[in-house]
């Protein structure tokens, strides 16, 4: 673990070498931790990269987590969010997600810029395109595809990728 500045928080099956790998369940991972218990078991600044591949949904304090990044995290570390999003069946679909996110959620945290965001319509799990003739349409216009066909044609998964200020 000593030397490794990329974090995989929630890692679950996907461990990966070269990483930090954390999770509650047991995965063969370096790091057995509850991530809703705070604070995390690292020091400041310690990571320049962060992996969250379906994670954050299933936390009960999205706040307090964003806050233990930014402690964790050196400054320009990159935040790598994969997220099921709000309209998607899967979003509801899974009874252990506790939160859902939109286009602009991540705009409320003063401490992240936004580098990339991305809908994808139908993604098997971390951008894995089915469509991505659809997946194109539906990112030509972000908010105006939020805001009016959301729920007539819900996308899987929205990846935001963050840097920290």
Same mark, same amino acid.
Not at 24 to 44: A, C, M, R, T, W
Not at 84 to 106: A, E, I, L, V
């Given at each position: 673990?000593?030397?490794?500045?990329?974090?995989?928080?929630?890692?679950?099956?996907?461990?990966?070498?070269?990483?930090?790998?954390?999770?509650?369940?047991?995965?063969?991972?370096?790091?057995?931790?509850?991530?809703?218990?705070?604070?995390?078991?690292?020091?400041?600044?310690?990571?320049?990269?962060?992996?969250?591949?379906?994670?954050?949904?299933?936390?009960?304090?999205?706040?307090?987590?964003?806050?233990? &990044?930014?402690?964790?995290?050196? $400054?320009?570390?990159?935040?790598? +969010?994969?997220?099921?999003?709000?309209? /998607? =069946?899967?979003?509801?679909?899974?009874?252990?997600?506790?939160?859902?996110?939109?286009?602009?959620?991540?705009?409320?945290?003063?401490?992240?810029?936004?580098?990339?965001?991305?809908?994808?319509? &139908?993604?098997?799990?971390?951008? $894995?395109?089915?469509?991505?003739? +659809?997946?194109?349409?539906?990112?030509? /216009? =972000?908010?105006?595809?939020?805001?009016?066909?959301?729920?007539?044609?819900?996308?899987?998964?929205?990846?935001?990728?963050?840097?920290?200020?």
């Amino acid at each position: 673990m000593e030397g490794k500045t990329r974090l995989n928080l929630g890692c679950g099956q996907d461990v990966r070498k070269g990483y930090v790998n954390v999770d509650i369940g047991d995965f063969n991972q370096e790091v057995y931790h509850d991530l809703n218990s705070y604070p995390y078991p690292f020091k400041d600044n310690s990571f320049s990269y962060v992996l969250m591949n379906h994670c954050i949904e299933h936390l009960d304090d999205t706040v307090k987590t964003m806050k233990e &990044l930014k402690r964790i995290c050196k $400054k320009g570390a990159i935040i790598n +969010l994969w997220i099921p999003y709000f309209s /998607s =069946p899967n979003m509801w679909g899974d009874p252990t997600h506790k939160r859902c996110f939109n286009w602009f959620t991540f705009e409320r945290f003063d401490d992240f810029k936004i580098i990339d965001r991305e809908f994808y319509y &139908l993604s098997n799990n971390q951008g $894995k395109h089915k469509s991505k003739i +659809l997946d194109n349409l539906i990112n030509i /216009s =972000p908010i105006f595809y939020e805001r009016f066909l959301c729920y007539i044609f819900p996308c899987s998964e929205l990846h935001v990728v963050l840097e920290v200020k």
